[in-house]
């Protein structure tokens, strides 16, 4: 496919942390082109094959507020599709035939919650026995994380009617808390690789900021 020149951003770098290959979840380190419509491909350009897309790790958590009004239709947290009308491949037209298709009153919003970031802080009991569960969710259509609490990870995990639950992947891993710090470390590490193998997403690691040590005790 022939993409003009001033169509695209050539000849960027990455060194191997922030981008993946959207097709494998494989770090991407190497050239690669952005083009007009916000997507990435290996490569120095067009010409310069093979050209997979990639696509960015999200390093920081985004603050959700969960009173926000969602359509039914409604395809991101916020704001609804319709307040998104440009995003590439989706035409007012396609909104509208599959409502009606669907029999989805537009003009009727329902409020459904979405994640929100949430700092755990372990216990007494938790040190005492070493480990405790952190909870996480990703969205399907990013590679953005969220640590969230117990009670939300349940919700969207049991697909709760009143969340949101179809833009998010829900999981947990174990966290070592206490012991020798480099077992300590290598523990956590390895939990958050086998977590992203699991999920089949890459980025657990940075979103943490490959802090192995948080919450550590000696």
């Not at 953005?144 to 947990?172: A, C, H, V």
Request: charged residues 25%; proline residues 6%.
């Amino acid at each position: 496919m022939y993409i003009p020149k001033n169509r695209i951003v050539p000849n960027q770098y990455t060194g191997g942390d922030k981008y993946v290959v959207k097709s494998t979840q494989e770090w991407y380190k190497g050239f690669y082109y952005k083009t007009y419509d916000g997507k990435f491909y290996t490569g120095k350009t067009p010409n310069d094959k093979p050209n997979e897309e990639i696509e960015l790790v999200q390093d920081t958590s985004k603050q959700y507020n969960p009173n926000i009004p969602q359509n039914r239709l409604a395809y991101t947290d916020a704001p609804t599709v319709f307040d998104n009308i440009d995003t590439p491949g989706y035409s007012e037209e396609m909104v509208i035939t599959y409502a009606q298709l669907q029999g989805i009153n537009l003009n009727i919003p329902t409020r459904l919650s979405v994640p929100y970031s949430s700092y755990p802080k372990p216990t007494e009991d938790d040190y005492e026995l070493g480990v405790f569960t952190r909870y996480f969710c990703v969205k399907v259509n990013e590679l953005s994380f969220l640590e969230i609490n117990k009670e939300t990870y349940e919700k969207l995990l049991n697909r709760d009617g009143s969340w949101l639950w179809q833009m998010f992947t829900p999981f947990k891993l174990q966290w070592t808390l206490t012991g020798d710090e480099v077992y300590v470390a290598n523990t956590n590490s390895n939990s958050i690789r086998i977590t992203e193998r699991k999920i089949k997403r890459k980025g657990l690691a940075i979103f943490l900021k490959k802090n192995y040590l948080k919450f550590y005790r000696p």
